[in-house]
């Protein structure tokens, strides 16, 4: 055991943090949930891609710089450290390309992964279904194979970033008759296709987070099915699997929300100290969001020595949502009278960032798999008790 | 950067986890406890071949040289199979004081060999607690006075037995006479000698809290899979499940913020005060919890004397107070986070940022 970066890690560091201290923007951009926040998101990523540190744990032939995964961590600390943007692709980049990089053939590789990591293409998921939520495998969208596309039929929704996004991956019924978890497949979706409605859904801060997805009679060639045909619910496990256990919410964002959670509390400290019980709370967000940090480097030295990621994935993901709730709920509770305040509101100033980031953080435990079914993954994949 | 344990680390935890099984059972510990000495004679020396008591004591004096990371792993096995304190205080942070005195102190090499063969039973008297664990029969005390270190004999001191809830708990009220004959460092040195061994100490009963909460947890799910209502195993119902996942949860973050301290610790980083107590915190809730939901699990079974669970929920209750109590350690961080000026950025948790 070794807890200090080598040369080479040190030196990746100070060049990412000089990148971002002379590119990240001084201005906050707007949500990534309108058009034009969006777009300009799209124009971030696309400058970050430029300079070669868009998805910097990728091969460099599909546009990455071939890092492993402490160099990832180190990038994602000066990242977030450095105030950058929110990664409005990451549903494409983070969960679909790690699944393309295991399963997908080389000439998806060759064809998606580029266009990914310039944004050129900007991807959302499309897993949930009304009556397929938390109970994904009750899926019923068809994909029917008909000669060299298939045809897709049904509903999704909670897509997130569906609203202005170019393509949506998920997964379909494509054996009629199938149950459960047998007989779905894995497709991408070009969401500018014939037959694809897309109806965006207002979320609690009253933009178009996400959306319902439409599927008539929509032709997708063969090519844009990955793994094999009915072996879909194998794939979106792995991606599952990624997207609770490591990537979709690095370390590095916690610590910087409770870096500023500490700047908010030593700048109202004589406020804030009337309740010492505001104190504890933030002492224990920076230890919680440390002890995250501290789980993902510990991960990463075990996968490197060839583990793989079990149920411990569920218990990051409990416990990460968890925390995001207490930073906010305790910037709230310093903020006092001036927390309710919108953007838009003159006395708030920045201060409104709180209240954006606590609507947000109430998703946390609903969303990538709700915190119920990750407790019960934990239960019986971990610990072997009986299935109810 | 390389969170990972050696392969002969962890074969070494292996081996002494297999080895307490068999020797140091419940019905075993509970034997022991119904000695008026508490301990036993046999079991020490058991644990001296395993080379136990020779993990920490410098190969130039018998020892196997190894440090505060291996200890991260074999405080959990004592803790999980309920060792008695004597065993850790002597050979992990008896060894560790003793290691860490200057050369010339006499005796020094002397009593690290005899504490390797496991021929030495030891003490520390340390200002954190009111009580001193197993002065009854250590052979010699490291007491605090101040900032000096003394190696007080057993003959010079007169002690009080006081009874703890956990049976295997031997604690009493010391009372001594410093000297200058005992006195074996002094002001800055002793100072930091003893901030050393504060940090081994709670680091010793923070890995033993670790191993209480798996053990805990394990006697849960194995009672919740055996124990039947409604016609089913209750442990198919999900109130009951996410109450161990929760405990499951908070052990494994534990774990990398307990090897990160004794990283810490081992190679004198300067912010081992914060690491170690912040490794205690979680150490802490993970037992805490742990023994608050074993017990609902277990129900009415739980509150009983004769169920094991009993044994374990009760030493994790007395140890979490230990080697300075929740509070001083919760205000440890506390302190660093709320009044330093430090920047606690993300790229910090090496490193000073």
Redesign the interface.
Known sequence: ??????PK?QAF?LEV?QWMAANVPKEKLPTYDTKEGFELHRQWERKLHEAGLSMVMWPTEFGGRGCDL?DWL?F???Y??AGAPLRVNQNGQLLLGSTLLEFGTPEQQAHFLPRMASSDDMWAQAWSEPNAGSDMANISSKAILDGDHYVLNGQKTWSTRATYADWAFGLFRSEVGSKRHHGLSFLMVPLDAEGVTIRPIKALDGEDAFAEIFFDNVKVPVEHRIGEEGQGWHVAMATAGFERGLLLRS??RF??T??KL?KL??DNKVSADRDPSI??A??KC??DA??????A??T???L??GDKIGA?SS?NK??WSELDLLIHQTAMNILGCTGELLTSAPLAEERAYWLQGFLFAQAGPIYAGAN?I???I???R??????? | ?????TEDQLLFREAISRFLMTEAAPETLREIWETDEGRSPELRNQMAMQGLTALSVPEDNGGLGMGD?AWSLMTQELGYYGIPDSLADTAYVGAGLFSALDDNVAGKGEYLTRICDGELRLAIGHQSSQLVSDAHLAEILLMQHGDEVHLVPRAQIDEVTNPSIDSSRRLSQVTWQPTSETCIASGESGAALWNQTLNRGALSVAGQLLGLAQRM?DLS?DY??QRKQFG??I????A???H???V??KI??????L??AA??LENNHPLTDIHVS?AR??CNEASALAARHAIQVHGAMGYTWEVDLQMFMKRSWALSNTWGDNIFH?AR??DY??NSTV?????S???E?
């Open positions: 055991m070794k807890l200090t970066y080598s890690q560091r943090r402490i180190i994602e600390e000066e977030y450290g370390p590095a610590q910087q409770v870096r500490i509390y030593r104190g504890v933030v002492a920076w230890s440390e002890a995250y940090a501290l789980s480097y510990n990463v030295g075990r490197s020595n411990e218990i409990v416990f119920e990750q407790r019960n934990v239960a019986e971990m610990l072997g008790l009986p299935r109810a | 950067m390389d969170f990972t344990f990371i947890l799910v919740s899979v089913k195993a442990g198919s119902f999900q009951v499940k996410h161990l996942a929760d499951a949860g494994e973050m534990a774990k990398p913020v090897y990160r990283c810490s912040q915190n979680f919760q961080v506390q986070v709320l920047d606690l950025a993300p790229a948790t090496f490193e940022a």
